[in-house]
């Protein structure tokens, strides 16, 4: 099991899979990219450190992949 997983599942986040899944719920500025901020209002148990493991390519943000990935993984909840 990795950190992220022991996390999300430790903190049993009660955020709907919906919301998640659809990267433009959380992406509230439109730019095709989640940031912490968003990604945190979105899911508020979020640290940095588990948003660092999830965005891959180290860039700052999320993207459509980097969180479809994560889904797959079942690191954030898929629809």
């Known amino acids: 099991m990795t950190r992220m997983t022991a996390f ?3 903190v049993g986040l009660a955020v709907s899979a919906t919301a998640l899944s659809a990267q433009g719920m959380m992406d ?3 730019d095709g990219q ?6 945190s209002a979105a899911m508020p148990d979020l640290t940095e450190e588990n948003f660092v ?6 860039d700052g943000v999320l993207s459509a992949d980097e ?3 994560a ?5 954030l ?3």
């Open 34 to 39: 989640v940031t912490f901020g968003e990604a």
């Open 8 to 10: 999300l599942a430790g």
């Open 67 to 69: 969180v479809s990935a």
């Open 77 to 79: 909840p898929a629809e």
């Open 53 to 58: 493991a999830i965005d891959t390519d180290g």
């Open 28 to 30: 509230t500025d439109g």
């Open 71 to 75: 889904q797959q993984q079942g690191l």
